[in-house]
């Protein structure tokens, strides 16, 4: 019951976070339309799709602007998010969806996705939310996902993610949420929070990490939630209670 109440909550959160980007609408005759249009094939192409979700409705009839989980801009018909959570896709993610360069949202959260996370996520400039947690992705962390600059949410919890944390994490300015609990993510937590202002939750549980909590976590002055659960061989820290009122360790 608590695990469906976090995956609630969790997906509200995205929702929230959907409803100040731009809404569908098409706009015949933009630059790009095709970049867009063989992503999304790609995309499509590297899954099973069990249920035929997609088969039946990313169809060639219809403007991929109006197809299931897909949104575009109000002013041309570019692809602003690829939203299907809780979809039962089964495939991996095709590297053609950095190509989505208008792209603000990409979220996948408990879609049966096996594979890597694509490098050329990096290349999605404009991103702002990035989720693809409950799935079966394996590998490392890419590093290009540090030039996601305008990244507000990381969340990638409940897969089989190996390595280390990026320290390219630390160009990630913007971000507001951190989620990287239940991976095989191992090494010391790096020195990347001073330059994480806006970062309210922060959730590094059940990983292998060990070392010492960086002391720029403790300075951080939104941070509301601090989750460092089932981590192997962590230091405690000093933190303030006023600054991080709800610390679990």
């Not at 169809?59 to 991929?64: C, Q």
Request: net charge neutral; hydrophobic share 40%; charged share 10%.
């Amino acid at each position: 019951m608590q695990h469906a109440s976090y995956k609630a909550l969790h997906l509200l959160h995205l929702v929230l976070l959907a409803t100040v980007l731009p809404a569908a609408a098409v706009s015949s005759g933009s630059n790009g339309t095709d970049t867009d249009l063989d992503a999304l094939l790609a995309f499509k192409a590297q899954l099973s799709d069990p249920l035929g979700v997609l088969r039946g409705n990313w169809t060639p009839g219809t403007s991929f602007c109006h197809w299931l989980g897909v949104s575009c801009s109000q002013r041309r018909e570019r692809v602003t998010a690829l939203a299907l959570p809780n979809t039962p896709l089964h495939g991996s993610i095709s590297p053609y969806i950095g190509n989505l360069s208008f792209l603000y949202v990409l979220n996948l959260t408990n879609s049966n996705l096996t594979g890597t996370i694509p490098a050329e996520l990096g290349w999605l400039h404009r991103l702002r939310v990035l989720a693809l947690p409950w799935n079966s992705l394996s590998g490392y962390i890419p590093a290009t996902v540090g030039n996601l600059t305008r990244l507000e949410s990381l969340v990638l919890l409940e897969n089989s993610l190996s390595g280390l944390i990026p320290d390219e994490l630390k160009d990630l300015q913007n971000l507001r949420r951190l989620d990287l609990q239940t991976n095989h993510l191992s090494g010391k937590i790096p020195e990347v929070f001073n330059n994480t202002p806006y970062l309210s939750y922060l959730n590094l549980g059940n990983n292998s990490l060990w070392g010492t909590i960086p002391v720029g976590i403790g300075s951080l002055p939104m941070l509301q939630i601090l989750s460092c659960k089932i981590i192997t061989s962590l230091a405690p820290c000093l933190l303030t209670p006023s600054i991080i009122p709800s610390c679990k360790f």
